[in-house]
């Protein structure tokens, strides 16, 4: 008996090295041997160089192939194939070239039959969308838009009179002054061009968190944590109605532009919309898992538009009190909402990131190019393009609108005597002109703000990058 032929040990790496081995033996005819170069692919990515950096300069010699490519080209037509043969749609291969996948686009050889033509014939589809990647993968300077050179905001005045967090402002539409609901209970008065009291009003039993003024009557409205809305006539200084049907806090606020009907917005996860003569309410948008606490309106379908603890925003069909659309974009409550002046288009602010949609179908835009990493709780926008945010830590972040660059990170400083964890805002509105921003602060105080107008693009320069990777979400 022949004697048995000993087994040499080999270890489980070892083994499993082999197998891979054997396995790509079996099924890559590639292995070992290096991809052939493609000239066809270095002629596209040439000329689209030339193209792109000097604008397709003809007869340029750097755009003809070289005599090295076509004798490369001649070289592979007589080579042996090194092509993967994948079953075609007949299970037949090309019987070209044989440098390509049967399925892909085939390159004539050029030969004696073939004059001139070394352009790529495709074998099914079109041309553009089987040339080489190589052209595409070219960099390319960035389409992002790059933002204009604003000037830094500065703080010009501090107004304290509250004895409470301010929670809302609105200014009234001939810019001579605007007023201020408070945790203190009380609506406050102030003339605009100097910061002094005019007048206050009392009537809320909790927190005055919405307020709004008419442009076309003498009326201002305010909602509070007390489930009351309130119509004040500032002719008389005292209440002449009040809209009852919340079932709890409201919490924003606003008015029709054209129409005469008011919207509210509150912890009952509705949005109420009143007839402002009749007091009696027209919808109640519902819709909502939590709490409406952003709303604005527009003349145009879709005319109001609810932000909400649910992280969700709802555009309302007016006429029927239906939804008509529903943006999931945001992972975090919805706290504001800004529409821009003049573009149809709004933002709107949540903890994870501030988002930009058009309008009126409400598709996404963008997002803006940097995280504030807090609670937003407020935000404007003006005519210039300049929008700011206000966090729960005292930031106010100033953003070009329309490339989403953050140019400026303001830092609120809290009234003496106040915790430094009171820095917060709660509202921010520009006025009528757009050159003035009030700001609403949890330290009880109104904070005034204008464009420096001592800074230059030297003194603070423009630091831009456009963003590598946009998100589409």
Known sequence: MESEVPVEPQSLKKLSFKSLKRSLDLFSPLHGHFPPPDPQSKKIRTSYKLNVEYGGIKGSTAAQPSSNAKAAVQNQASAPSNALALPGPENTRDKGTGNELALGPSIPAKGPSDGKSNAVVPSHGSSERNLSTAAIMERIPSRWPRPIWRAPWKNYRVISGHLGWVRSVAVDPSNTWFCTGSADRTIKIWDLASGRLKLTLT????QVRGLAVSNKHTYMFSAGDDKLVKCWDLEQNKVIRSYHGHLSGVYCLALHPTIDILFTGGRDSVCRVWDIRSKMQIHALSGHDNTVCSVFTRPMDPQVITGSHDSTIKFWDLRYG???????????????MAQHPSEDCFA?????????????????????????????????VNDDGVMVTGGDNGSMWFWDWKSGHNFQQAQTIVQPGSLDSEAGIYALTYDATGSRLISCEADKTIKMWKEDENATPETHPLHFKPPKDIRRF
């Open 203 to 206: 009537g809320h039993i909790e």
């Open 348 to 380: 709107s602010a949540s903890a994870d990131n501030i988002k930009k949609f058009s309008l009126p179908k409400g598709e996404f835009m963008h997002n803006m190019l940097s995280q504030q990493k807090t609670i937003v709780n407020a935000m404007a």
């Open 322 to 336: 239906k939804t008509m659309a529903t943006l999931t974009h945001h992972k975090k409550s919805v706290r504001a």
